[in-house]
């Protein structure tokens, strides 16, 4: 428009916006998310330079925590001094199901959930072992057979993509369960074989340590194999890190937690980020924000969200 603002004025806007009206639907989603039974974590680090008591060059974390494939995507992040295991325990009090995570041994502080392992990133051990290898070296063949089931898997779970949740759980248990139990037996051979310490080692020592999390997915059919749904949904934090680089004070970091929650769960539900927030700060304040069902008419996969809100193509869809 012409105008010249200061960035602290540009800031300033941005924690109040946060903190004022979106900050409320966040909430909302946030109760919502802890009724469901199955959910996906992550986490990221963010530097925060003045946090009291903390030097500036300390780390801090952004914790990820969304939905699964099943119903209206919700993503929210929370900005913690700390990688903790209480700040997921805390954000997750009430939560009871599937907590789909990588191996971060932080998660086993929460309480009443069962959790999920990723076998992306029992695959991508043995990807890594193999870059690490000499080209003369006579273990990329021990390597390439872990691979292998690895491999096996993901391809069962390709075939069964389009399956409904009853029937992929089936078939899960006819193809997928006697590669598990043949890739269990190989490990514990390759675990006499193999140094420890080596990027082998810690390959198989992996899907060992981690064996009862990546067999989980065998109990629900709507899990998924992977936890690259949390990654993908944390890639924007780690992308707009390098142009943005560090949150000034813990304010920010919080209302920057909140901003990408409502952007990303909307970008999530096919929507226009900028119109959708445009719609927010138009409705909310003229709305009792105590009132859940109004707020509910707010949500990104609320039927009455403004068409010119969502995307076209998802719209033709």
Not at 23 to 46: F, G, P, V
Not at 274 to 289: A, G, K, V
């Amino acid at each position: 428009m012409g105008i010249n603002l200061s960035r602290q004025t540009f800031a300033n806007w941005m924690i109040i916006g946060a903190d004022r009206w979106l900050s409320i639907l966040y909430n909302r989603m946030h109760s919502l998310l802890l009724k469901l039974d199955l959910l996906m974590a992550d986490e990221t680090t963010l530097q925060v330079l003045h946090e009291p008591g903390r030097s500036a060059t300390t780390k801090s974390y952004l914790w990820l925590y969304r939905t699964g494939k099943e119903g209206p995507p919700v993503i929210l992040y929370d900005y913690q001094e700390t990688r903790a295991g209480e700040n997921p325990k805390n954000f997750l009090n009430g939560f009871k199901g599937y907590l789909q995570v990588d191996g971060y041994a932080g998660y086993h502080k929460v309480p009443d959930v069962t959790l999920v392992g990723c076998w992306a990133h029992a695959r991508r051990m043995y990807t890594d072992a193999l870059k690490s290898m000499p080209a003369n070296s006579s273990k990329p063949v021990t390597a390439t057979e872990g691979l292998n089931f690895c491999n096996q898997l993901f391809l069962i779970e390709r075939k069964l993509k389009e399956l409904d949740p009853n029937d992929r759980y089936d078939e899960r248990l006819k193809q997928s369960k006697p590669v598990l139990d043949a890739y269990l037996s190989w490990l514990k051979i390759q675990e006499q074989k193999v140094l420890p310490k080596s990027a082998l080692g810690k390959a198989i020592a992996y899907s060992l340590n981690q064996w009862d999390k990546l067999v989980a997915f065998l109990e629900d059919g709507r899990l998924e194999i992977d936890n690259n749904r949390s990654e993908r949904s944390i890639k924007p934090v780690i992308i707009g890190r390098k142009n943005w680089l560090f949150a000034n004070t813990p304010q920010g970091a919080r209302a920057s937690a909140i901003i990408y929650s409502i952007v990303e769960t909307a970008k999530a539900n096919g929507l226009n980020p900028y119109y959708y927030l445009r719609y927010l700060f138009e409705q909310l304040p003229n709305i009792d924000l105590t009132d859940e069902k109004a707020l509910d008419q707010l949500l990104p996969w609320s039927s009455s969200t403004p068409v010119n809100c969502i995307v076209f193509n998802k719209l033709s869809k």
